[in-house]
């Protein structure tokens, strides 16, 4: 990703954005059998475009909806940003400190106990052992898990786990927050808590970035959206605007 100079009002700059995928053209159902067409150079791939020049600019304080079907390449733009991915043709510059919340619990370990879990995800994300003390009941009254703190994670419904692990990525405020369908899996209040909390943060000055399938939550949420179809740019602009134009042509 680059990392070049950009205007100070810009948070997230995308220009003309290419990722690229190798896909297997055949299917092959074991290891050995890979390697050996590996190096015997009969291995075949197809090309697939996840993103097809992008481009679009997030000024610092905008809220972003990243609107479409599934496949058009909403979690790929995502991870583009985040870093996760490198584009195959254009550039990525920010500017700011990134949250993503694109997998909550990842750096959870299913065998511990929510309670070891929190320092153990704080310090997958960076944070002292020092803060996660100061945080820690802050996270644990967020997420409602108190009366199962050592209980081991594995036994957490996937609702408990997104609740601590959302609790712990935004115990602080970064420049951006990037959400990914992070509310999907919680019930009806935990998702209302959450885009409270988010919205909290982008009153605060937060850049936020939010995929959602439900485009009340991102009208609620989000002042500007972006729609992808099949990974090109569909439409971009005034939240309203753009999600109107989306739900007339998913009707």
Not at 19 to 39: G, P, Q, S
Not at 152 to 158: A, E, L, Q, V
Not at 177 to 202: P, S
Not at 206 to 213: C, D, F, W
């Amino acid at each position: 990703m680059a990392k070049t100079e950009v205007n100070d009002d810009i948070a997230v700059k995308v220009d003309h954005a290419t990722v690229r995928f190798n896909m297997a053209t055949e299917r092959i159902d074991n290891l050995k059998e890979y390697f050996v067409r590996l190096i015997q150079g009969r291995l075949m791939f197809q090309e697939f475009l996840a993103l097809k020049d992008v481009s679009f600019e997030v000024k610092k304080g905008e809220s972003w909806g990243i609107i479409g079907t599934n496949g058009s390449g909403k979690s790929t733009l995502l991870k583009l940003i985040s870093g996760i991915l490198k584009p195959y043709k254009g550039s990525v510059i920010i500017n700011g400190s990134i949250a993503p919340l694109i997998e909550l619990g990842a750096g959870f370990d299913g065998e511990l106990t929510a309670r070891e879990n929190i320092f153990l995800n704080g310090a997958v994300l960076g944070y002292k052992r020092d803060f996660m003390k100061e945080h820690f009941d802050e996270i644990v009254d967020f997420a409602e898990i108190r009366d199962f703190l050592d209980m081991p994670i594995k036994n957490y419904s996937s609702g408990m786990s997104a609740r601590l692990g959302f609790a712990i990525a935004t115990v602080v405020q970064p420049d951006i927050l990037i959400c990914d369908e992070v509310l999907a899996v919680g019930d009806y209040a935990f998702q209302q808590k959450c885009e409270k909390r988010m919205t909290d943060m982008r009153d605060k000055g937060t850049t936020l970035l939010y995929v959602s399938h439900n485009i009340d939550s991102v009208r609620y949420v989000c002042d500007h959206a972006l729609w992808l179809n099949k990974g090109n740019v569909k439409d971009a602009g005034v939240v309203d605007k753009v999600a109107d134009e989306y739900m007339k042509l998913e009707r």
